[in-house]
């Protein structure tokens, strides 16, 4: 007797169905037949198996359980990478922060030193033409 694809299919989904693996040996021990005419035949059933167990994956909603569980998982992963990008922007900003106010307080320490040197040139100007200092702007 002939074995037909359909004997193949239909052993390989009882194999299945009885939680049993399927295999091309397993296969030929139901069928009988040679591996030569069972291979091509089995791959084409495992191909197809494996389509319809994706379909069915991706159409089947996970349990409730599952679903309340990858939700939290999912808050709390969120929770941690917003903190740790939190503390990396107060981390940057206290960077710029202490560079800004060294980048100050040098400004400050230059802007003084062009003040005494301007009040220096205009006391010198003054006493060359035979005036008196005095002050001029306040930059405080």
């Known amino acids: 007797m002939a074995i037909s694809k359909t004997d193949i299919f239909q052993a390989a989904d009882k194999l299945t169905?009885?939680?049993q693996r399927v295999t091309l040996e397993s296969v030929r021990q139901i069928t009988g037949g040679s591996?030569?005419?069972?291979?091509?035949?089995?791959n084409?059933?495992?191909?197809?198996?494996?389509?319809?167990?994706?379909r069915g994956a991706a159409t089947e909603p996970p349990p409730s359980?599952?679903?309340?569980?990858?939700?939290?998982?999912i808050n709390e992963i969120w929770a941690s990478a917003l903190d740790l990008a939190?503390?990396?922007?107060?981390?940057?900003?206290?960077?710029?922060?202490?560079?800004?106010k060294?980048?100050?307080?040098d400004l400050e320490?230059?802007?003084?030193?062009l003040t005494d040197q301007l009040a220096e040139a205009l006391r010198l100007a003054d006493s060359a033409q035979g005036y008196e200092v005095r002050p001029i702007l306040d930059y405080q």
């Open 102 to 105: 060294i980048e100050r307080a």
């Open 65 to 73: 359980v599952i679903a309340i569980q990858g939700g939290a998982l």
């Open 17 to 19: 169905a009885d939680g």
């Open 44 to 54: 084409e059933w495992k191909s197809r198996a494996a389509a319809e167990a994706e």
């Open 86 to 100: 939190n503390k990396n922007i107060a981390a940057q900003l206290d960077v710029e922060r202490e560079s800004l």
């Open 109 to 113: 320490a230059e802007r003084n030193t």
């Open 35 to 42: 591996y030569t005419k069972i291979g091509p035949l089995f």
